[in-house]
């Protein structure tokens, strides 16, 4: 009976997020509907599984890991230090077809190291890169792609904020997942710049193959330029490799990091009122963020009270799929939603069911959470939802930059994803091989 009650509840869920009922209301509402159901209408039972399911799902310590790599990211954004790094990796790359597309990807890599959302990427870079690209002469969609696609890696390199949600729903190590998504985030970016290379060697319009020559920074620049370059690198230094080292805990690396981005803020010029501005952003951007783990954690509840899990398990056992369709099934899954709600949302709604489905499937856990963020990352500019599509579109300083140019500049990164998410799972010492190192 417990199964038929998940079942049923999950198609209310759905119902409930068409009809645009927010995905954290409708979680809780499915859930909380589903235990009642399930302890026959006695409603103080329910209300007292799910206030202290409720009550559980935030007092651990590791949620404070969230809000403090957001405040991090913003302060490192805030400062300006992003375009130091972007002018820095334009000049290192001033030899390559295409240089300045590479040159946001390569801006876009380290600076994921610093920032755990993509959004702060892609309103930093859409301001930097795209102008400059557009000066010289780059094909507007093919800009549009670089800017867009590139501000994807923050999803995926660490520290992120989708490993982390990952991490906590299936009780994995953050640190472990920190580390395991450097290779493939690395392997990610020589995608897209390989794909940059060869697009501007065989179409030159889109993308100059030899850019106008650069001009030399005067000596204020080029102090800037070293304090926010060399500051982000040594911030990495000290978060990835304490971390990695053993030095820090993930919670105690997020909280030397954010102390490590204030100075580098101070440094370049950021004041109390930017300061306050920061930390006021990064609670907007995760007090959502908590209110979804929450609801996610009574969905869990629902799932395990219900059998639900292993319910679905063995109708999925039953239809005789074989492991390779049950992944794919899965990755249509997560583009479909990847259309409609955000990234988050999605991992919520299906990482509790999947993950125990593809363990049983004898996938490596860290693997799959690593091949999962990537096709979840795709979903990140799938119309018509698009997080990052129309966070390109509200920060490009040019009005004739439109949704259909982002769209179809993004595609071929789009593939150049699920290409990478799959190499990762056929091939999975790439995400396994740093965290078996450090343990």
């Known amino acids: 009976m417990g199964g038929e009650i998940v079942l049923l509840m999950l198609a209310f869920l759905l119902v409930l997020i068409l009809m645009g009922v927010h995905i954290g209301v409708a979680l809780a509402l499915s859930s909380g509907t589903g235990v009642y159901i399930m302890f026959q209408g006695n409603t103080e039972a329910a209300l007292s599984i799910m206030s202290n399911t409720a009550y559980e799902a935030i007092r651990k310590d590791v949620f404070v890991v969230i809000p403090l790599f957001v405040l991090m990211g913003d302060f490192i954004w805030r400062s300006g230090a992003a375009g130091d790094l972007y002018r820095m990796c334009n000049r290192a790359l001033r030899r390559l077809p295409g240089r300045l597309a590479i040159a946001t990807i390569a801006g876009n890599t380290v600076f ?40 994807c890696l923050g999803m995926l390199i660490p520290p992120s904020v989708l490993l982390i949600v990952w991490a906590i729903l299936t009780e994995l190590s953050v640190g472990a997942l920190f580390v395991a998504g450097i290779i493939p985030g690395l392997l990610l970016a020589l995608l897209f710049s390989i794909y940059v290379i060869a697009a501007a060697i065989i179409k030159p319009e ?29 911030l990495i230094i000290l978060v990835i490799g304490g971390i990695w080292a053993g030095f820090f805990t993930p919670t105690e690396a997020a909280a030397f990091g954010v102390v490590a981005a204030m100075v580098i803020g101070v440094i370049k010029g950021m004041r109390g009122a930017e300061i306050l501005e920061s930390m006021y952003q990064a609670g907007r951007t995760t007090a959502p963020i908590m209110f979804l783990l929450i609801a996610a954690q009574m969905y869990s509840r629902l799932l395990a009270l219900g059998g639900g899990v292993n319910y679905i398990q063995d109708l999925f056992m039953q239809s005789n799929l074989s492991p390779v369709m049950v992944i794919l099934v899965m990755t249509l899954i997560w583009l479909i939603l990847g259309m409609l709600i955000d990234s988050v949302s999605i991992i919520l709604l299906t990482v509790p069911i999947f993950a125990p489905m593809a363990m049983a499937l004898g996938y490596d856990p860290i693997a799959f959470a690593i091949f999962g963020i990537l096709v979840i990352e795709a979903g990140l500019l799938s119309p018509p939802f698009g997080l990052l599509v129309y966070t390109v579109k509200g920060s490009v300083p040019d009005p004739t930059a439109t949704l259909k140019m982002i769209f179809a500049g993004s595609f071929p990164y789009f593939l150049l994803i699920l290409v990478a998410a799959f190499i990762v799972l056929m091939i999975p010492s790439l995400s396994t091989y740093l965290p078996n190192l450090i343990i």
């Open 206 to 234: 889109i993308a100059p193959a030899y850019d106008a020559p650069l001009t030399k920074p005067s000596p204020t620049e080029r102090r800037s330029e070293m304090i926010g370059g060399i500051g982000i690198l040594g």
């Open 112 to 151: 994921a190291a610093v920032t755990g959302v993509s959004i702060a990427s892609a309103a930093a870079f859409s301001r930097i890169a795209y102008p400059e690209m557009m000066r010289l002469g780059y094909k507007q969609s093919f800009a549009l792609g670089a800017v867009a696609r590139s501000a």
